[in-house]
């Protein structure tokens, strides 16, 4: 079977219906901001507008309601979406070869950072670790992301899938600046 070309019309029509396709595809390609990036956006940020505060946590709020797959306030939707790594990373963070002190120090500027940019969505890589029990920053940035410091910006965590990153890595969720 062989096809013919498109009338101008024909070709004004599909252009027409299809258009706004390749726009939704380019919004699903939103790059991926790595946290020099975010510390550079943050510098010019914070020249144009005053500091966001931390949002104050909710003194019913436990660390260990932080734990992975936790998600206190998170719709069931966006839990399970968190949870199958269906939402879109928009700033990933790798704490491979830190040792704890830098890494802590790291994240907690890197949630500010993001934070203060308006991102949501993180990656944090911390490695699976090697031995029998497993990596430190593993077991630590879960620890750290339930402190008083940063509880009150992260709406939930989750283990990557994975694709990102599996048990070496969380999804971190988030809390709207308003």
Known sequence: MSRRPLEPEERALWHQATGDVASRRRAAQRP??????????DADAARRSPPVPPAPSPPSRRSSELAPDRGGGLDRRTAVRLKRGQLAIEARLDLHGMIQEEAHRALTGFIGRAVGVGKRTLLIITGKGTGEGGGVL????????????????????????????????????LRRVR
């Open 138 to 173: 593993r077991a630590a940035v879960p620890r750290w992301l339930g402190e008083a410091g940063l509880r009150g910006q992260i709406l939930a965590i989750a283990p990557a899938i994975p694709r990102d990153g599996g048990a070496g890595a969380l999804y971190v969720l």
């Open 32 to 41: 991926v901001v790595m946290a020099e990036e975010l510390a550079a956006a």
